[in-house]
């Protein structure tokens, strides 16, 4: 039973062990995602203007209008735009839409994209490299301006292949009277939904709505130092108009990523103490066994046995457990590698390096939870052990 117990014990830490190492080798890679757009000291700001005092769409563009004027104009900043979903953040304005020389069809059958209204500079504010045709301007608000859109990168490739998106039409379908908008420009893809997902297509429209991030591109090395500036000149062109808490993009990723982080933390305690367990227990188990056979190693001694045969055999006899925990906490380990699969990135989910580097660590354990009893095998002295047997 005892034998049973540390195998028992060896097996967990390894299949948690390995499952740990996944988790945390992911979580790495995905810190060091590129998300598509710059994070380094950019300030966003939340903004939700009353509807019943900005009901109009004019008095709603002439707010945020009036607002990247002053906020550009103020000291520190290198630039600024607004968005009306925040990256990193699944947009909910999902449009069914099609494109130019598609058959009619029903409205579930069009393809799904994700929307999301920016003003004129924000894909230079936020690093996103044009691929194709040009970018938002200031003339694209103005009244009776050609309306178009810009896609993503994705979308140009599922829906347009190897042609020039720039000039075609997109459907949209969601009106009583379906109209189509040309496409002025193409984008690179930005991981909107998920650092660990691939990018959705995507169309962009220019415009402003009531409920946007304000993104502010600092010139200072403390991003969050411009927050009572930005609250001074919303004041200053609405006294009753409140704002959120200013927060930077890399905080939002660190967000994103704090569900991982729990996780992997709980795992790494999980695993600490399962190894001290497995320790304790062979630690126990070979001192018990090294007890028992006192007088049987002594024997060995006396007929010509040499330390390093006494040192081998005691240690073959404690790794026997080792073996069949690992053993066992390798089958384990890949008999979940399809829950562990929705749970990493970047990685195989039978990565080498990680089943190898859990195996050492275990044995490395195990060897120093033995060496005190090895040592105490290895100076047995024949005579007094016979003699005290």
């Known amino acids: ?159 347009f292949g190897n042609q020039n998106p720039i000039g075609k039409k997109i459907l949209v379908v969601e009106t009583p009277t379906p109209y189509t908008v040309p496409v002025i420009g193409v984008v690179a893809d930005v991981k909107d939904i998920g650092l660990d997902k691939s990018a959705d297509p995507e169309i962009y429209d220019v415009g402003f709505q009531g409920k946007s991030a304000l993104m502010i591109r600092p010139e200072l090395d403390d991003p969050y130092s411009l927050e009572p500036t930005i609250r001074n000149i919303v004041q200053s062109i609405d006294p009753g108009q409140t704002i959120g808490d200013a927060r930077t993009i890399s905080s939002l990723i660190d967000t994103s990523l704090s569900q991982r982080r729990l996780l992997a933390r709980l795992m790494e305690l999980f695993s600490t103490l399962t190894i001290i367990l497995s320790a304790v227990g062979l630690f126990g188990v070979v001192s018990y066994s090294v007890g028992q056979q006192v007088a049987a190693l002594a024997v060995r001694m006396a007929l010509g046995a040499g330390r390093t045969d006494i040192f081998r055999l005691v240690l073959i006899q404690g790794m026997k457990q080792v073996r069949i925990g690992l053993t066992l906490g390798i089958a384990g380990a890949w008999s979940q590698r399809k829950i562990i699969s929705g749970l990493v990135y970047g990685i195989s989910i039978t990565d080498g390096w990680t089943y190898a580097l859990t195996c050492l660590l275990i044995v490395l354990t195990a060897l120093v939870a033995m060496a005190v009893r090895l040592q105490r095998a290895v100076s047995i002295e024949p005579q007094q052990a016979l003699r005290e047997s």
């Open 1 to 159: 039973m005892r034998n049973l117990l540390i195998i028992g014990e060896i097996a967990i830490a390894v299949t948690v062990l390995i499952s740990t190492g996944l988790l945390v080798k992911s979580l790495n890679r995905l810190a060091n995602v590129d998300p598509g757009f710059r994070v380094h000291r950019i300030l966003t700001v939340q903004l939700a203007l009353p509807y019943q005092k900005y009901s109009s769409y004019g008095a709603t563009k002439a707010f945020y209008q009036d607002l990247l004027q002053r906020v550009k104009a103020a000291p520190a900043v290198r630039d600024a735009a607004t968005i009306n979903i925040l990256p990193i953040v699944p947009s909910m304005g999902l449009m069914h839409f099609g494109v130019e020389g598609q058959a009619p069809r029903s409205l579930t059958d069009y393809p799904v994209a994700q929307t999301r209204s920016v003003s004129p500079g924000y894909f230079e504010t936020m690093n996103i490299p044009l691929l194709q045709g040009r970018s938002f301007q200031a003339s694209d608000l103005m009244q009776g301006a050609p309306e178009g859109y810009v896609i993503n990168d994705r979308l140009a490739k599922l829906y």
